[in-house]
């Protein structure tokens, strides 16, 4: 009677031991996806989390961090055939021409966007020229042709936070912080799985997530109006 249960008995244990083992295999693999995923991300993410982490401290005390801009101011006449794409420019209300633009790349050192728009006041054009850490304009007279060029460099510390805020940076800038931002989102999700899947032998593990979750929410409820 004993064997029969034990004969009887084996292939149910044999089947139970295959599925943990299966069970394990599997839990094993996605493991070591997460793993994957999680390298890659803060591989790929490094350098932009330390900029981006660096520029949150300095901009969260810009007050208290001394900046000494530099501007330069240059001035200029253009040719008289400028003159006329000027005042063509006036009259139909166009972006700044292109023959201006070279000229002013050129002869004043001044980089205008293609198609920047112009400002008209009278005679005299206006073009913003805002950039990463810095500002500058140039102006120049449909009648005369005196041009004007300014240029303010506030320095590298502030073309750094410039580019943590995504200010006057550009098409290409922008899509990189949102490709940046969703490695971040893999790196955190990855990172949380990971913390799921070790929990169970490391008991501080959920604390300290709750931690960092109460920390900013109280300061905000109670400090923040």
């Known amino acids: 009677m004993a064997v029969t249960e ?6 149910a244990v044999d089947e139970a031991k295959a599925q943990a083992k299966r069970k394990a295999q599997r839990r094993a693999g996605f493991l070591r996806l997460m793993l994957k995923w999680h390298w890659i991300s803060a591989a790929v993410c490094l350098i932009g989390m330390l900029l981006f982490a660096v520029t949150g401290i300095t901009l969260n005390h810009a007050g208290a961090i ?3 801009p530099k501007t330069v101011e240059r001035r200029g006449q253009m040719p008289e055939p400028l003159i006329a794409a000027a005042k063509t420019a006036q009259t139909s209300q166009r972006a700044l021409p292109e023959p201006i ?4 790349a050129k002869e004043m050192d001044v980089r205008a966007p293609k198609g ?3 400002e008209w006041s009278d005679d005299e054009a206006y073009v913003a020229l805002p950039r990463p850490g810095g500002d500058g304009w140039v102006t120049f007279d449909a009648a005369t042709g005196e041009v004007a060029h300014e240029n303010t460099n506030r320095g590298a510390l502030a073309y750094l936070n410039d580019l943590h805020k995504g200010r006057n940076t550009g098409l290409a800038w922008s899509l990189f912080i949102d490709i940046f931002a969703v490695g971040c989102v893999v790196f955190c999700v990855t990172g949380l799985i990971l913390l799921q899947l070790h929990a169970h032998g490391r008991k501080i593990t959920w604390p300290l997530v709750g931690l960092g979750l109460a920390v900013p929410l109280i300061l905000a409820l109670i400090f923040i109006h």
Do not use: D, F, Q, V
């Open 116 to 118: 920047a728009p112009i």
């Open 6 to 11: 034990l004969a009887g008995g084996k292939p």
């Open 66 to 68: 001394e900046a000494s």
């Open 101 to 104: 633009r070279a000229w002013l």
